[in-house]
């Protein structure tokens, strides 16, 4: 998947598409039940240095072993809202934050989730390596 000519500095349009990737993510999840979490599969934050960007759901990552912070905040949502948690991307431009070093493009996508009330902050690519 790749974002529109022209709205790849779009923070809307890369919380759009987080959100898509997170609803392929939940059906994938829905039908693979026995999907390894985030956290134990294995998986390990890597940067895009692709000239393109690419979005890599949950067998795409397994397979690869590594995802950069966009797939895996897309993976990490999918899994809370099964959960039941309301869950969505958090864009940050990285440029005004201490994601500076570790990011490597002009955003860097995290997840912000409601549970038992409390906003909560989830850095899947911190937590993987980042």
Do not use: Q
């Not at 979005?55 to 895996?72: H, N, Q, V, Y």
Request: proline residues 6%; aromatic residues 6%.
């Amino acid at each position: 998947m790749s974002l529109p000519a022209g709205t790849a500095g779009s923070p809307g349009a890369i919380s759009s598409a987080v959100e898509a990737l997170a609803r392929t993510d939940i059906a994938y999840l829905m039908e693979n039940p026995s999907t390894p979490a985030l956290g134990r599969s294995g998986v390990k934050y890597r940067h895009d240095h692709e000239t393109r960007e690419t979005w890599a759901s949950i067998p795409e990552i397994l397979e690869k072993g590594t995802a950069d912070c966009k797939s895996l905040s897309a993976w990490r949502i999918a899994e809370l809202r099964r959960l039941g948690y309301p869950a969505v991307p958090r864009v940050t431009n990285c440029k005004n934050s201490t994601f500076s070093l570790g990011c490597g493009s002009h955003y860097h996508i995290s997840v912000l989730a409601t549970i038992a009330g409390r906003a909560v902050l989830f850095d899947p690519s911190k937590e993987l390596g980042m």
